[in-house]
């Protein structure tokens, strides 16, 4: 394994294993006897830069997470096809009873940027029909801090979609919050619905 990324990635595992079970192997242990029961399922994108569990300092077993271009939600469609992203919403809602869904967009997102400007060369196969899931509520916007909140916006109502999503939000059991963390200005912002706009959720 002389490859130097993956060098770097053994050494982090590395530290990872005398933390969790060495050092501290209680919790992990615990983890690994009872299951996950996470509250929290996120949506993030799969950039580089925005790896939740990092952003929000969460241990393991804090965060549910499905990572795709864009954090997308995309519209409940059970046709019976390769849904990714619902299938983790799916497994999140109905069996691990997750309380809160979380869709954290972010700033700078290449993703986002696609679905107005569109798809980067060659990437038409996948690319491009994913991206074009907010392409509409992207159309119109010059802003890419606006388009961002817009895609967020519009996971959030596709969410709302998914009826037993919704059927759990009504009966109290489930809420759902689109975030989005902006690079530049280390900062985290919340869609605010009851005021129609985002604000600083860690002033
Ligand atoms: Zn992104």
Known sequence: MDDPALRR???GFRAFRARHYERQPEPWMRLVREGQ?????VVACSDSRVDPALLLGAEPGELFVVRNVAALVPPYAPDGAEHGTAA???FAVKVLGVRHVLV???GGCA???AARAGTPAGCEEFLGPWTRTVADAVSGLDEPAEMERAAVRRSLENLR???WLAEAERAGLLAVHGWRFDLERGRIEGY???AGRF???AP
């Open 104 to 106: 954290l967009g972010h």
């Open 192 to 194: 605010d619905e009851a």
């Open 88 to 90: 983790a919403i799916e």
């Open 199 to 201: 604000r600083d959720l």
């Open 111 to 113: 993703g986002v940027a």
């Open 161 to 163: 979609g998914y009826p």
């Open 37 to 41: 029961r996470p509250e929290v399922l």
């Open 9 to 11: 990635l053994l050494a």
